[in-house]
């Protein structure tokens, strides 16, 4: 199986070296790098997702399978969606943000939901509106976004559609999720859930 150097560099930031040995009665997940060309049909819409359990945390990462012309195997692995397990579970928030988009500063955001403070008094979201707007590390997400709920603190609401920039927005939340809970990540932690 052969890995782009973005791939390669993407999982040796995710995962420090693992200097515990295994017993050999441990299981690994293996996979060949190439597949018979009977069942390779299988595997060219396969919506594939790793998962990775860290603390109250789950980490689904959306992996996708091309199969080149000579049936070699080239897995390409995204950012994940951050789940919260403790209580309801749930995308994971990122709540420090100062971005004004539309008469609305986006007090928090998820890939699932979007906490919203009106900038004027009295400013309320439409039933199905369109948001465009620049995350802190400028990449451009453009929604649709539905009210769910209306407090004196400001509007709750569902992201029904992300029109540009999902992959982009899971990359940031993941970012800030690993920044947050650096210590989860630390000494291979997480490599020993993955195998």
């Known amino acids: 199986m052969d890995f782009s150097n973005e791939e ?3 999982l040796a930031e995710l995962f420090k070296p693992n200097t515990k040995q295994r017993s ?7 996979m ?3 597949i018979p060309a ?3 049909h299988l595997f060219t819409h ?7 359990e860290v603390a109250n945390y789950q980490l689904w990462f959306p992996l996708q399978l091309k199969i080149d012309e000579l049936g070699v195997i080239n897995p390409t692995l995204s950012a994940p969606e951050v789940i919260d397990t403790k209580g309801t579970q749930r995308s994971w928030r990122w709540s420090e943000l100062n971005i004004k988009s539309q008469g609305f500063n986006i007090e928090s955001i998820s890939s699932t939901g979007i906490f919203l ?3 004027k008094s009295g400013e309320s979201l439409k039933k199905l509106q369109h948001m465009s707007f620049i995350l ?3 990449e451009s997400i453009s929604i649709d976004v539905e009210p769910v709920r209306q407090s004196s603190l400001g509007i709750a609401a569902k992201i029904t559609q992300i029109h540009s920039g999902q992959e ?4 940031y939340l993941f970012e800030e999720h690993k920044r947050q809970y650096a210590k989860l990540y630390e000494d291979g932690q997480l490599i020993e859930q993955l195998i």
């Open 46 to 52: 396969a919506n594939l997702t790793l998962l990775a």
């Open 136 to 138: 802190p590390n400028k």
């Open 32 to 34: 060949k790098s190439s």
């Open 38 to 40: 009977s069942i390779a």
């Open 117 to 119: 403070k009106p900038l």
């Open 8 to 10: 390669v560099n993407f």
């Open 168 to 171: 982009q927005l899971r990359a």
């Open 24 to 30: 050999p009665r441990d299981h690994m997940l293996t």
